[in-house]
């Protein structure tokens, strides 16, 4: 087996996003592309010798072939050891564990988290530190400059390897583990959670419907809940992972898990729903009758968190993304703990996570985790809500309808223009940008505008600025509207405008969501002129 060098030409559009480089398969599957990123990688980032990397992916299409391209590469680029997942499949949070559990240099993560599968969908690789979470953004970057000049990269020539197998390879000099992708996650779910209460809970009666989207979380929630936890046969419904996610769009909200919301329902409900997206970091919950917003999610484990074994002794922290509702920032302030504000994407809760500043952290678009890992974690959130349950006997309903009688409620939705026009989009924010420093003091109705920027965040453990990451427009009365361009789409420009209003009046906190922002509907169309500049009358996906 020989390295052979194999010249190529830059790509100039390998800038990762919120979460690392997607494109269309069509894209990677460009001679070279995939490659080019993968090459990077290894020159940007400086791997000690001896070092172990976890490679693996949601099991989309391509998934196979890049893991192969990659194993290639890295053998040639003198990894030492690489950890596979079997078949190619590990969840991201799963690779997270990995890393740290085995004190690997980092890993590959082969996923376009909750966008289309198959040959005509997305596909995405994303580098992890050390620390199992997403490399920060001075590592992104110096890789991003290698994309733009590369001239060559490494590979070995080799047969492809057995990723069916478990058990150890050699590939080169380098060698290659197979692993099972779903023992060593369930047995850190073990440790963190008292599975003997949520056991007695289902052995009760208490049924559970997951719904894995035909994605990457099928055979853990099989294992965990079916089988560990003695949840029916059945209970995880569409859990074999499939190239195409079955032709489905794995992302857990109302819209995409439409049936798993129409059973929850419905007469027949089960007492608990879920959903988990293609790579298996997202969640939803429902309960009987019930959606629970994942803000509203995120705030209601932060407050009940200690009930779980691993955070008995209360927690350091919290954070949010800076779109993600303020529910959380009331049950930190009522416990006495601080609560950060961080740009989108899980890769700004690393370094407080890190720094013990916080425990507990999440983002409005279904993303919950904690210190466990350095990823979110879909599984894990289900966990925290069965063990809460279990201890508590209550519902979903009665748990969360409590939850905002205690605390108000932060109405809170939000509005997606996907696949605009990139220029017309760049128009609509950079029209909002101008018109910042107007924004003060004006009227909409009842509403006077208190402040607008454009959101900057300086991470206090490091003092790294990150800027222009969404225009805010706060009002008087608290209410809130963001407006910021997604950075994970792969079709035109898709326009997030986030809506939030507190109520306080604890006789008005079970209004239905659309209505309660209707006014926040009107003002940000108002503002931002978004009917004309999107070409749309209403959003494609209200979640
Ligand atoms: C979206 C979500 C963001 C999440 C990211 C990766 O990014 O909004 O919260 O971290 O996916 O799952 P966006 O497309 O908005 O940039
Ligand atoms: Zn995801």
Redesign the pocket.
């Known amino acids: 087996m020989t390295v052979i060098t194999v010249k190529t030409k830059a790509f100039l559009d390998q800038k990762p996003?919120?979460?690392g480089l997607r494109k269309k398969v069509k894209q990677f599957q460009v001679q070279h592309y995939l490659e080019n990123f993968v090459q990077s990688i290894f020159s940007a980032v400086e791997f000690p010798e001896n070092a172990t990397l976890v490679v693996g992916g949601d099991g989309r299409y391509y998934n196979k072939e890049a893991i192969q391209t990659i194993l290639k590469m890295a053998a040639a680029n003198g990894i030492k050891r690489v950890l596979v997942g079997q078949n190619g499949l590990l969840s991201t949070p799963a690779v997270s564990n990995l890393i740290r559990k085995y004190e690997c240099v980092g890993g590959i993560v082969l996923s376009a988290?909750?966008n289309p599968g198959g040959p005509n969908g997305d596909f995405g690789i994303k580098f992890n530190a050390a620390n199992g979470g997403p490399a920060l953004e001075r590592v992104t970057d110096s890789i991003f400059t290698v994309t733009k000049s590369i001239t060559e990269y490494q590979i070995l020539e080799s047969d492809d390897i057995d990723l069916h197998t478990l058990g150890c390879s050699s590939l080169g000099d380098m060698e290659v583990e197979i692993i099972d992708p779903v023992i060593d996650y369930v047995k850190m779910m073990e440790d963190l959670f008292d599975f003997n209460a949520i056991q007695t809970m289902i052995a009760g009666g208490f049924s559970i419907k997951f719904d894995a989207m035909h994605a990457i979380t099928g055979p853990y929630a099989k294992a965990i809940f079916e089988e560990r936890l003695g949840a029916e046969a059945g209970s995880v419904i569409n859990a074999v992972p499939l190239t195409d996610f079955g032709g489905g769009h794995p992302d857990p909200n109302p819209v995409y898990a439409k049936t798993l919301v129409e059973h929850m329902f419905s007469e027949t409900a089960a007492d608990f729903g879920a959903a988990s997206d293609g790579d298996g970091?997202?969640n939803i919950i429902l309960g009987k009758g019930i959606y629970v917003a994942p803000s509203d999610s995120l705030a209601i484990l932060t407050a009940n968190a200690h009930i779980a074994p691993a955070y008995k002794n209360g927690i350091s922290g919290a954070a949010r993304?800076m779109p993600t509702s303020m529910a959380v920032d009331r049950v930190a302030a009522d416990l006495g703990v601080p609560c950060f504000e961080t740009p989108?994407?899980?890769k700004f809760f690393g370094n407080l996570l890190d720094a013990n500043q916080i425990t507990i952290c999440g983002?409005?678009?279904a993303?919950t985790g904690s210190d466990h890992i350095r990823e979110k974690d879909g599984i894990w959130a289900v966990l925290l809500w069965l063990n809460i349950l279990a201890v508590t006997q209550k519902s979903v309903k009665q748990l969360t309808t409590e939850h905002w009688r205690k605390f108000g409620r932060n109405y809170y939705s939000r509005h997606d223009y996907e696949g605009i026009d990139k220029a017309a989009a760049n128009k609509l924010m950079n029209d909002l940008r101008s018109k910042l420093d107007q924004f003060p003091g004006r009227c909409f109705g009842l509403e006077q505008i208190q402040k607008a920027d454009d959101f900057e965040y300086c991470d206090p453990t490091d003092n790294s600025v990150t800027s222009g990451q969404g225009v805010r427009i706060i009002f008087e009365s608290g209410c809130r509207i963001v407006f910021?361009l997604?950075?994970?789409?792969t079709d035109g420009a898709?326009l997030?405008v986030y809506l939030e209003r507190y109520e306080g009046d604890i006789s008005r906190t079970e209004l239905e969501t659309q209505d309660a922002l209707a006014e926040m509907i009107l003002i940000a169309d108002q503002i931002a002129d978004l009917s004309t500049l999107t070409g749309m009358d209403k959003p494609s996906v209200i979640s």
């Open positions: 996003g919120t979460s988290s909750h970091d997202r993304s989108t994407g899980w983002e409005e678009s993303g910021r997604s950075g994970t789409g898709t997030r």
